[in-house]
């Protein structure tokens, strides 16, 4: 089994900050790829930031929607079970229940993907 935790969404003003929190627990062999996905009201889930390991011919590296470039960063800690996503300059259209996501390995065999309950991040004055 798997856990994904994750913490710190909150209701924040237009250009203010906040910091997500997501760690993984449990029967992990190796994590490849850590990040987070988000779905406002009435739309579709969509990629907000990756950060992937590297290996193999894999370079790894992160990756951001082009929405939160250049305001969001995404982070992984030293043991890189936690996942962290800085939020900036917060728009009232970043609001949204965001979702951890990992890719990760439970033995030797393929990757597969878990999703964590999410977490509301309102932005509004």
């Known amino acids: 089994q798997v856990q994904l935790v994750e913490s710190g969404g909150d209701l924040v003003q237009p250009g203010g900050s906040l910091r997500l929190s997501c760690t993984a627990s449990?029967?992990?062999?190796?994590?490849?790829?850590m990040g987070w996905y988000r779905q406002a009201p009435g739309k579709q889930r969509e990629l907000v930031a990756t950060?992937?390991?590297?290996?193999?011919?894999?370079?790894?590296?992160?990756n951001y929607a082009d929405s939160v470039k250049g305001r969001f960063t995404i982070s992984r800690d030293v043991a890189k079970t936690t996942v962290l996503l800085q939020m900036n300059s917060l728009k009232p259209e970043d609001t949204a229940v965001y979702y951890c996501?990992?890719?990760?390995?439970?033995?030797?065999?393929?990757?597969?993907?878990?999703w964590g309950q999410g977490t509301q991040v309102t932005v509004s004055s």
């Open positions: 996501y990992t890719q990760l390995r439970t033995g030797m065999g393929p990757t597969h993907p878990y």
């Open positions: 449990g029967s992990i062999f190796s994590i490849k790829t």
């Open positions: 950060i992937t390991s590297g290996g193999g011919s894999s370079a790894g590296g992160t």
